[in-house]
C-alpha cells in the first residue's frame, strides 16, 4: 500500500466515523447545530452567500424586499447544513423499516408507468436531502439506479458511493453511464438523473427558461425519452412537517413532431418546469448556491457574457436494428 492509499484509506474510515457519530447526536440537538452551522456558513462563505444572493434576487426579488431574500437565504443555508446530520442519522437505518421515514404521495403514478414495461426514466433535482432520492425508491418497492460524477477526493466520493448503495441503488459513474442505463431500463428498472445544475459543455446542452432566466440544461434525459419511448416522471424528497415528503409526479409528455432538435429544447423545457414548479413550491429546499445560470446562450457571450454547456449527448434506439452510441457524458473525438 502507498503512502496515497493509506492516507486514503485512513480518511475513508475517519469520514465514516464521523458520521456514525453525527448519527448519535438527538434529533433536537442536531436541529440545534444545523442551525448553527447553516447561519455560520452563511457568514463566513462569502462567495457561495454571494451566488445564493444573486440567483434569489433574480428569481424573487420582483415579490421579496431585501430582507425577506435574505432571511430565505439563511434557511435555505441552515437546510442545506441538516443534511449532514440526516445522513448521519440515516447511518442507523435498516431496510425495513426505511419507509417509516418517508410520507409517499403520488404512488399510482410511477405504479402507472412502471407497468408499461419500458423502465422509467426519473427527473430529479437537488431539493430537500436529494441523497434520499434512491433509498425512498428502494423502500417504495422499486429497483433504482443512478448516474453519478465521481468526486475529487477519493475516500469521500467511495463512502458517498457507499451509502448510495446501502439500501440498493444501483450506481453507474458517468464515464461508463450508457451501458448501465440502458441495461436498466431493459430490466424495467427506475432510472434517475438529477438535471437541474448549469450545463457547461457546448456539445451536450440546450438552453430553456428556468426561474425566469435562460438556463443551459442538460439534454440527456430527453434524448433517451426520445429515442426509447421509456415513460418520464419526476421524483422529489423534501423536508415536511418533521418527516420527508417522497412525491412521484405524473407522466410527462415527450413530443415527436420530427423535429429532433426542437423536440429536445421543448421536452428539456418541460422537464425543467417540473422542477421549478418544486423550487417555488420549497424555495429554501433548492441548492441556491449553485452557479446555475453560469453558461450563457450564444448571443449574450457575444455582447461580453460567458459561453460554454454541459449536458448529456447520446444517440440510441433499443430495440432496434442499428445502434449508434456516444458517451453521452464526454466530449465527441475531434
Known sequence: M????YFEHMAYHLIRLTLTLIGLIPQHRADRLAHFLGHAWFKGDIRRRLVAMDNLTHAFGDS???QELTALARRNF???ARMLFELGQSTRWHLKSVSDHFRYYGQHHVINAHKKGKGVLVVMAHMGNWEFLAPAIVASGLQPAAVYRPLDFAPLD???KEMREKFGCRMYPTRKAVDGILRELDQGN???LLIDQNASKPHQRVFVDFMGRKASAH???AQIAAVTGVPVISFFVVREHGKFRAEFGPELPVVDTGNPQQDLVTNTQTFNRVIETMVRRYPDQWLWGHRRW???PEEESASGGPAGGQTFSLIYKTGFDK???SNPFQAPPK
Open 219 to 221: 439534454k440527456g434525459l
Open 323 to 325: 445502434q449508434v452510441l
Open 294 to 296: 453560469k453558461t450563457r
Open 190 to 192: 427506475l432510472v434517475g
Open 64 to 66: 421579496m424586499d431585501q
Open 158 to 160: 467511495r463512502y458517498t
Open 2 to 5: 502507498t503512502i496515497k492509499h
Open 78 to 80: 441552515v437546510n442545506t
